[in-house]
């Protein structure tokens, strides 16, 4: 992770914590995280406090994943780490972006014709002065492969935790989220904290609901059961759920029965129809249709990439074939020519698949 003068704490103990602290407990080889800098002292934003001791910039020159610095205003990055940005394009290295982070990036060319995250306090500045940029202002983070920004300080961990769901599958996804307690994948997007005025009498929220279906997944549940719970017409549970979470509630009740099949198939699940059943997506057809649509792989490779090892087995169903090629991801680097691991919630990019080794990869 790259740092810099003024540079925000909050981000650097974001990626700290995901990614640097050891976890004995998972199974997986965890990435090697370092900080650089273009100088061994380093003063934090506000002058809270000055990191002393950190590597050269030379450091992200052998890293996978390259996270890029942010300040709390649009101050450009100085020239040492926009060339330290272009360089790990160049190598094709991963480049990872949180709240204004997303500034460097765009300074060193690397999301001209792309799409983008940024605080939606900053997106019209920030659209104005990187034109060439696909600014998306009502999401949390954008996956564009290679390239990741997240929109605010607290989505950090929103993408965070989705690069560990792409390197390392939903299951180890959810650990670390836990260990957090954190949602390992929170709905809607940023348009939910944008200021608007109060209401004189909030609505009542929709936690409630949310836990009573998540609890019934294997149940044929449609919208009209979700309203009859919350006591409101499907149609004003529709207008609470875009408001509220940015969403349909048919779109979020799909994204956790797909979540939950993830889980399934990681745990060792082979049988199509018992994971359709039991995530209350019904067929082994829809199942599949639904699983390639929110991670970009099928059920087989998905179980491949991210099963238990040696749990490989046919699926089940008529014009199913098993394995697919893919390999394990387990560090944190990502190439040309790979697949996009899940993400429930919002429709992901795809991705490429991040062809990496056992031991563990730079971060």
């Given at each position: 992770?790259?740092?810099?003068?003024?540079?925000?704490?909050f981000?650097m103990?974001?990626?700290?914590?995901?990614?640097?602290?050891?976890?004995?407990?998972l199974?997986?080889?965890?990435?090697?995280?370092?900080?650089?800098?273009?100088?061994?002292?380093v003063?934090?934003?506000?002058?809270?406090?000055?990191?002393?001791?950190?590597?050269?910039?030379?450091?992200?020159?052998?890293?996978?994943?390259?996270?890029?610095?942010?300040?709390p205003?649009?101050?450009?990055?100085?020239?040492?780490?926009?060339?330290?940005?272009?360089?790990?394009?160049?190598?094709?290295?991963?480049?990872?972006s949180?709240?204004?982070?997303?500034?460097?990036?765009?300074?060193?060319?690397?999301?001209?014709?792309?799409?983008?995250?940024?605080?939606?306090?900053?997106?019209?500045?920030?659209a104005?002065?990187?034109?060439?940029?696909?600014?998306?202002?009502?999401?949390?983070?954008?996956?564009?492969?290679?390239?990741?920004?997240?929109?605010?300080?607290?989505?950090?961990?929103?993408l965070?935790?989705?690069?560990i769901?792409?390197?390392?599958?939903?299951?180890?996804?959810?650990?670390?989220?836990?260990?957090?307690?954190?949602a390992?994948?929170?709905?809607?997007?940023?348009?939910?904290?944008?200021?608007?005025?109060?209401?004189?009498?909030?609505?009542?929220?929709?936690?409630?609901?949310?836990?009573?279906a998540?609890?019934?997944?294997?149940?044929?549940?449609?919208?009209?059961?979700l309203?009859?719970?919350?006591?409101?017409?499907?149609?004003?549970?529709?207008?609470?759920?875009?408001?509220?979470?940015?969403?349909?509630?048919?779109?979020w009740?799909?994204?956790e029965?797909?979540?939950?099949?993830?889980?399934?198939?990681?745990?060792?699940?082979?049988?199509?129809?018992?994971?359709?059943?039991?995530?209350?997506?019904?067929?082994?057809?829809?199942?599949?249709?639904?699983?390639?649509?929110?991670?970009?792989?099928?059920?087989?490779?998905?179980?491949?990439?991210?099963?238990?090892?040696?749990?490989?087995?046919?699926?089940?169903?008529?014009?199913?074939?098993?394995?697919?090629?893919?390999?394990?991801?387990?560090?944190?680097?990502?190439?040309?020519?790979?697949?996009t691991?899940p993400?429930?919630?919002?429709?992901?990019?795809?991705?490429?698949?991040?062809?990496?080794?056992?031991?563990?990869?730079?971060c």
């Amino acid at each position: 992770m790259l740092v810099d003068a003024g540079s925000n704490p909050f981000e650097m103990g974001i990626a700290t914590e995901l990614f640097g602290l050891r976890r004995p407990e998972l199974d997986v080889a965890w990435y090697d995280f370092t900080l650089c800098a273009p100088a061994p002292g380093v003063r934090m934003h506000d002058g809270f406090f000055t990191l002393s001791g950190v590597p050269g910039l030379e450091a992200a020159d052998a890293a996978d994943t390259v996270i890029v610095p942010n300040r709390p205003d649009d101050t450009p990055p100085t020239a040492p780490v926009v060339a330290v940005i272009r360089r790990a394009a160049d190598r094709g290295a991963r480049l990872v972006s949180f709240c204004t982070g997303a500034y460097a990036l765009a300074a060193a060319g690397v999301l001209d014709g792309r799409p983008a995250a940024i605080h939606w306090r900053w997106a019209d500045r920030f659209a104005a002065r990187h034109p060439a940029v696909r600014v998306r202002r009502d999401v949390l983070f954008v996956d564009d492969g290679d390239v990741l920004t997240a929109a605010g300080s607290a989505a950090a961990l929103d993408l965070g935790l989705h690069l560990i769901r792409r390197d390392h599958g939903a299951e180890v996804a959810n650990h670390v989220s836990r260990r957090l307690v954190f949602a390992a994948h929170r709905d809607g997007g940023q348009r939910q904290f944008i200021e608007r005025p109060v209401p004189a009498v909030p609505d009542a929220s929709l936690a409630p609901v949310l836990a009573w279906a998540a609890e019934r997944l294997d149940r044929p549940l449609a919208v009209a059961d979700l309203a009859g719970y919350a006591a409101v017409s499907p149609a004003t549970l529709h207008r609470r759920f875009v408001r509220e979470l940015g969403t349909t509630p048919l779109a979020w009740l799909t994204g956790e029965r797909v979540a939950l099949a993830c889980r399934l198939i990681e745990r060792g699940e082979h049988r199509l129809e018992v994971v359709a059943r039991t995530s209350g997506l019904g067929t082994a057809a829809n199942l599949r249709t639904q699983v390639r649509r929110r991670t970009g792989l099928s059920p087989s490779a998905y179980r491949a990439r991210f099963g238990p090892a040696g749990a490989a087995g046919p699926e089940s169903g008529p014009g199913t074939r098993s394995g697919s090629g893919t390999r394990s991801g387990s560090g944190s680097g990502s190439g040309p020519g790979s697949a996009t691991p899940p993400v429930p919630g919002p429709a992901p990019v795809p991705v490429p698949e991040n062809g990496s080794g056992p031991a563990p990869r730079p971060c």
